[in-house]
């Protein structure tokens, strides 16, 4: 859904760059009687400016865990993974299609065979592992990154709310009725970003949980394998591949898994592991 901000929010702030802080900065204190309903309004807006920081900053930050999770998922997991599947099957001890299922398959072949520069894996954390970062969304990561607005840049807008008007609001106090009104729209605006914010955040928690749980069963079974071990024949070694092919598929499709979608909505909750 669309949110637009009312026209009653004029006399924006214009400095190009304006970051929130300069925004808290620049526009305390209006002119307007202390005690009044537009000041205790204005006193509203300057907490869901702060609630809105204050949000972006806890999701960039457990975003940061969990793209270091997704780093060394792909070097200490699947890399050896995908090297005991090739080694397996030159020596034709075993095929990659016995092992994964389709979909496991596909997934894993999707992740990056080679290290990807950081840049490039910018949108990882909240659009998974292999994603390319949609041009519709580049505004909306480099402000959860940086925490920058501007009114001269492209818009920021999350779930439909477009940021910058909506943190910059600064109504003159010629008409104090409008300036209420403006700061209560401004207001129900931030709300509802920071409800977003907070909804990918328990996407992004429940992602993070559920990737570091397969990837610490995949490891424990990864331990316990090298090619040689299939030499003898035993059926232990095939049941523990069997069984890592299993997480193994399931790790690499929880790896690319989104928090967001390609339009910047919110992505469905992953599914509880299995017990």
Do not use: I
């Not at 930050?61 to 030159?90: D, I, K, M, S």
């Not at 003159?172 to 300036?179: D, H, Q």
């Not at 990737?211 to 024949?233: I, K, M, P």
């Amino acid at each position: 859904m669309l949110f637009l901000v009312p026209a009653a929010l004029g006399g924006l702030v214009t400095t190009l760059g304006l970051g929130l802080k300069r925004v808290l900065e620049e526009l305390a204190p209006p002119a307007f009687p202390e005690g009044s309903p537009a000041r205790q309004a204005w006193a509203r807006h300057q907490e869901a400016v702060k609630a809105l920081r204050a949000s972006r900053q806890h999701l960039k930050e457990l975003a940061r865990v969990y793209a270091e999770r997704q780093g060394r998922v792909l070097r200490e997991t699947v890399e050896p993974f995908r090297a005991l599947l090739e080694r397996l099957e030159r020596w034709e001890h075993a095929r990659a299609a016995e092992v994964l299922t389709p979909s496991g398959t596909s997934a894993l072949s999707t992740l990056p065979l080679h290290p990807v520069s950081q840049s490039a894996r910018r949108a990882w954390a909240l659009l998974g592992v292999g994603a390319v970062e949609p041009p519709l969304l580049a505004p909306v990561l480099e402000w959860l990154d940086r925490g920058w607005l501007s009114e001269g840049a492209p818009g920021v807008r999350m779930d439909g709310v477009s940021l910058y008007p909506a943190a910059a609001c600064s109504p003159g106090p010629e008409n104090e009725a409008e300036a209420l009104r403006a700061f209560e729209a401004a207001c129900e605006l931030l709300g509802r970003a920071v409800a977003f914010l907070e909804a990918a955040h328990v996407r992004l928690e429940a992602l993070d949980a559920r990737v570091a749980t397969l990837h610490g069963r995949a490891s424990a079974q990864l331990e316990y394998l090298d090619a040689a071990s299939f030499e003898e024949g035993r059926p232990e070694p095939r049941d523990r591949l069997l069984r890592l092919g299993v997480l193994m598929g399931a790790l690499a499709e929880s790896l690319r898994l989104p928090v967001l979608t390609a339009s910047g909505g919110l992505a469905p909750l992953p599914e509880p592991l299995p017990d």
